[in-house]
């Protein structure tokens, strides 16, 4: 073994070590020929040059002078040859790079001539001969404002045309398909937007729940989830209630109130309708906790007063926090309720947190509690099928649980949505008990949250009173009864404070905010008339010249420009706009050639932007206009 294959390997193996011990033993079954053409090295493989044969680095330089190249890029490098591309790649990206090469042959022969070591060991770089992997990377390594960018020279793009051109067509898949991904998350970043602005008049109102911090320092508190498991658990709660910081999410306060028991706080978070959950309970005694993007139906209840909770890994609850110059670092959020729940626990000192009903899968046949909002949901074993399946046993009931819609079609077509969604997502974890049991996907996605929350917050009790249903690592499991035999009474509930927000300045800069998006309109009108001014010529022509280049280049440039320099600035309008542009981010990027038809396409795609985003825009300006004339 020589040296450089020897730290080649050794490097690898730091980074994917499976496939350093797969390189280890791999015999080469196709040889790559190294050549020197015009006192350049080349390798020659299946019949052609891998680089190009006059000047490769100059080649591999180009290409990457076409890329973005930002912190947050990410720079996936089809191929690897002689290593020109990703040695370029490599020392110059400033955002991550994935070398994705799949066959093993050239990796094999290149790493006993090139020495990547220094290359493959930056933090920022991954190696890789496995698609999905490269999937791995990609989803790791990407937030709400980038998306792959493909490198790869012409010679790879021509190699072995059939194999190699449906690898990289399936590569290609896979990235449009994590666009779409993107596309969702972003897309919910617009509803959370559009849920904000509508609650501005209530928000400015409310006290942050982090105000009462260690209010409740030293006590007990139990957070009620609506699993199966509070069924067996209510009549200990009650029994004892007085000793107890009582916190319920939506599903389960249902149950609660039937066995007349009121909490001390209900949490509510979610971005839909979810009023029903609620809906013909005297809620006047209990104290609120929802958030800032919650739908804006669930601040439209009488409470006895409403705290926020501003999830600090939303990027518009992040624009709140600096308008109003609000500290977020203690509201930690994983997007789940039950753990919006167990940090008002933790910031109201809670030392002792029990956590009831959050079995987290499908126990006894019961999705949920009996008296829970959705009560009708059971889990059974299918003979004839041979697999667990989800039904609801009464399905009318059912359909009204998910929808207030008047209409008696919409109500089923979300039901039988909802339960073909549940379905298709049933998954199985270890039990307490140490059997595998059925639950719900997204469930399963819960157990790590909950218990790295244990570990992140270690200065306290955590105990898990279910006793059915999932392991969650971090609770210890224990009966509810012997969880409360040492509990004391709580004499003082209430909660007052001092708190106001500075409603002038707020406004102030909310008036800037809207001054901000009119520049917009502005702007994206102006970028309406250059694109149709572009499509006009390209009629006319028929075909690509340097005027319509330069033409292309200057809408390109106005795009980049609104896009990122002027989103910068401009948080809420990244917000408001930033699922139109991930298309067409992804377009842009991957355009090579320019030729009548993708020019044309490109045009449009942009067209599009402008206007959809101008109506976006237009729609939040006129939110805020009647927003801020209700705001007292």
């Given at each position: ?110 790493f006993n001539l090139v020495d990547f070591s220094n290359d493959i060991l930056k933090k920022n770089v991954y190696v890789t001969n496995n698609l999905e992997q490269v999937s791995e990377y990609i989803h ?102 007085e000793n107890i910081v009582l916190i319920v999410v939506g599903t389960a306060i249902k149950t609660l109130y039937k066995h007349e028991i009121k909490p001390d706080f209900l949490c509510l978070i979610e ?106 949901l059971i889990c059974q074993y299918n003979n004839e099928k041979k697999k667990w399946e989800i039904t609801a046993k009464d399905f009318a009931s059912f359909c009204n649980s998910l929808s207030n819609s ?227």
């Amino acid at each position: 073994m020589n040296n450089i294959f020897q730290k080649n390997i050794n490097a690898l193996a730091q980074k994917n070590e499976a496939l350093a011990r797969e390189l280890l033993t791999y015999i080469p079954t196709d040889v790559p020929e190294l050549k020197q053409e015009n006192g350049a090295y080349n390798l020659f493989y299946k019949n052609q040059y891998l680089h190009n044969p006059i000047n490769p680095l100059g080649e591999a330089q180009g290409i990457f002078a076409m890329a973005e190249n930002s912190p947050v890029a990410i720079h996936l490098v089809y191929g690897l040859g002689l290593g020109y591309l990703f040695q370029v790649v490599s020392l110059n990206s400033q955002g991550t790079v994935i070398l994705y090469e799949p066959d093993l042959n050239i990796i094999r022969i290149v790493f006993n001539l090139v020495d990547f070591s220094n290359d493959i060991l930056k933090k920022n770089v991954y190696v890789t001969n496995n698609l999905e992997q490269v999937s791995e990377y990609i989803h790791q390594k990407s937030n709400t404002k980038n998306s792959p960018l493909l490198l790869s020279t012409t010679s790879y793009r021509e190699l072995n045309r059939e194999n190699f051109a449906s690898l990289v067509n399936e590569l290609q898949q896979m990235i449009g398909r994590f666009g779409l991904d993107l596309k969702y998350t972003k897309e919910r970043f617009w509803g959370l937007t559009r849920n904000l602005i509508k609650n501005l008049p209530n928000l400015v109102h409310e006290t942050p729940i982090a105000e009462f911090q260690n209010r409740f320092a030293g006590q007990t508190a139990v957070v009620v989830s609506a699993g199966p498991s509070l069924d067996r658990n209510i009549e200990t709660i009650k029994k004892y209630r007085e000793n107890i910081v009582l916190i319920v999410v939506g599903t389960a306060i249902k149950t609660l109130y039937k066995h007349e028991i009121k909490p001390d706080f209900l949490c509510l978070i979610e971005a839909y309708d979810s009023s029903k959950q609620i809906q013909g309970l005297d809620l006047s005694g209990v104290y609120f906790v929802t958030e800032p993007t919650a739908n804006n139906s669930l601040r439209q209840f009488e409470f006895k007063d409403t705290f926020s909770h501003i999830a600090n890994n939303l990027p518009i609850n992040d624009w709140w926090s600096k308008l109003t110059n609000i500290d977020i670092s203690e509201y930690s959020s994983k997007g789940t309720v039950s753990y919006t729940a167990l940090n008002c626990a933790r910031i109201l000192g809670c030392s002792k947190i029990i956590i009831v009903g959050q079995d987290l899968a499908y126990v006894e046949g019961q999705c949920y509690s009996k008296d829970s909002a959705y009560k009708d949901l059971i889990c059974q074993y299918n003979n004839e099928k041979k697999k667990w399946e989800i039904t609801a046993k009464d399905f009318a009931s059912f359909c009204n649980s998910l929808s207030n819609s008047p209409n008696e079609e919409v109500r089923i077509k979300t039901a039988q949505k909802r339960l073909e969604n549940l379905n298709a997502s049933l998954y199985y974890v270890k039990g307490i008990n140490g059997d595998m049991i059925p639950t719900e996907s997204v469930y399963a996605t819960f157990i790590k949250p909950l218990t790295e929350f244990t570990e992140i917050y270690n200065n306290r009790k955590y105990i898990n009173a279910s006793m059915i249903g999932a392991q969650i690592d971090g609770f210890e499991n224990m009966p509810l009864e012997e969880a409360l035999k040492d509990s004391q009474k709580i004499e003082n509930r209430e909660l007052k404070n001092e708190f106001n927000y500075d409603i002038p300045t707020i406004i102030e800069r909310l008036r800037t905010v809207k001054d901000g998006l009119k520049t917009a309109i502005n702007k994206l009108q102006e970028g309406q008339r250059l694109t149709k001014s572009l499509h006009n010529d390209l009629v006319r022509a028929r075909n690509i010249s340097p005027e319509i280049l330069k033409f292309l280049k200057k809408i390109s440039v106005n795009y980049l420009d609104l896009s990122t320099n002027f989103a910068n600035q401009n948080p809420l309008f990244d917000f408001i706009t930033t699922s139109e542009r991930i298309d067409l981010d992804y377009e842009m990027k991957m355009m090579r050639e320019f030729t009548f038809d993708s020019v044309n396409n490109i045009n449009e795609k942009l067209s599009k932007y402008y206007t959809n985003a101008q109506k976006r825009v237009e729609y939040i300006d006129k939110m805020l206009e009647t927003t801020l004339g209700e705001i007292k």
